[in-house]
């Protein structure tokens, strides 16, 4: 198999082999972390085709909520948006 071929829409494509080939006419999806937007893509392209999503530690939806959440975190934990200057 050549990476280039695994994409975002192959790796659905896959997850919809696997239901068929289980005959299953709309499961449960559950994903975590990377899975949850794989799940995510299956239950926007194919909808009649899933029956519930469980979306455990879903992965940051962007760069941007990423630092969201980093200063979020910094904000529980230090009081602060972010973290303290390198001393140099």
Known sequence: MNPDD???AS???DIDAVRQHFQLESPTL???????VLA???ALRYPTRVSRLVLMNPAP????SSSDAN???W???CGTTSPPAAES
């Open 71 to 73: 200063r979020a975190k």
């Open 61 to 64: 939806a962007s760069t941007h």
């Open 6 to 8: 695994v994409t975002l």
């Open 40 to 42: 995510l893509e299956y």
């Open 11 to 13: 790796d659905v494509d």
């Open 75 to 77: 904000r529980a934990v």
């Open 30 to 36: 559950l994903g975590h972390s990377w899975g949850t």
